[in-house]
């Protein structure tokens, strides 16, 4: 896990910060559909979405009021009032793409679509290539002329790390998948077009974008053409560190988030300065 300094990077487009880290047990699970009946004859059967938007359940206790202060200006518009985002402690050096993003094949069943967006630009699929790195069975095949719209993943970068960015599959043409840097809302850089790898490489990332010039990053396709997609990664690490080699990890990021309700304050001690916090966050902005 990588809590730097028991901190969280933590904000919006407009405004990212360090906040203190939540408590360590917080909730992180995809909230998708599901249900299930039964038979006649006894029987039942599933029905659930393939993918799922992230849900967090952000808790703050015995802080205080300058250390809370900034969660709830977040909730209250105070930046702005677009998407949250915040550096997931337990996805930093893993995948802080959403699941829907890492395994792009997600997309031919019901997964926010990475390029077009009516049904009929659902990808087909193919048998992913042999491999013994554990990239997902099946393999998104893309076709689209550039006057596509494409769904776009902001990735928030600290002052002092690096985010990292690999792609695994192969493309025709000028598609592929890009990286642009970005500074506060906009654009701050020019596209790095992210070598695409096969899925027997060991490599996990190999795309950098540097903290200390920029402060984000905005992964999506590019161009025009057919594009064969098995898994996409992206780290965040500190400045030094070298991105481990290995096998496929699944997304274990989001898109960003909005607040569900108002958070929820606890005033503890006026005389020793103690409040918590609490905030429910939800994954909303793949499926905009």
């Excluded at 659902?122 to 990239?135: A, E, F, K």
Aim: proline share 7%; aromatic share 12%.
């Amino acid at each position: 896990m990588a809590i730097y300094n028991n901190e969280m990077y933590f904000g919006n487009r407009n405004y990212m910060q360090w906040v203190p880290a939540p408590q360590i047990n917080y909730e992180s699970s995809k909230r998708g559909f599901a249900a299930t009946a039964g038979y006649l004859n006894g029987g039942q059967f599933v029905r659930r979405s393939a993918t799922g938007a992230k849900g967090y359940v952000l808790t703050w206790t015995l802080k205080s009021r300058d250390d809370i202060r900034a969660i709830n200006d977040y909730a209250d518009g105070v930046y702005g009032f677009g998407p949250t985002y915040f550096l997931d402690p337990f996805a930093m050096d893993k995948n802080l793409l959403p699941q829907y993003f890492a395994t792009p094949a997600l997309a031919s069943a019901d997964a926010p679509l990475l390029a077009g967006q009516y049904d009929e630009d659902r990808p087909s699929v193919l048998q992913t290539d042999p491999n013994n790195l554990g990239y997902p069975a099946l393999t998104a095949t893309y076709q689209y002329d550039g006057s596509n719209p494409f769904n776009q993943v902001w990735i928030p970068i600290p002052f002092g790390f690096s985010l990292w960015v690999g792609a695994h599959g192969s493309a025709t043409g000028t598609a592929g998948v890009q990286v642009t840097p970005t500074t506060g809302p906009f654009t701050g850089g020019l596209p790095i077009a992210v070598p695409l790898r096969t899925v027997q490489d060991p490599v996990r990332v190999d795309t950098r974008v540097n903290g200390n010039t920029y402060g984000g990053a905005l992964i999506q396709l590019k161009g025009a053409g057919t594009i064969r997609l098995s898994g996409v990664m992206a780290q965040v690490l500190p400045n030094g560190s070298l991105p481990q080699q290995g096998g496929f990890i699944s997304g274990q990021g989001n898109s960003g988030c909005s607040f569900v309700e108002e958070p929820t304050l606890t005033n503890y001690s006026a005389a020793i300065d103690k409040v918590g916090i609490a905030v429910n966050l939800v994954e909303t902005e793949g499926w905009k």
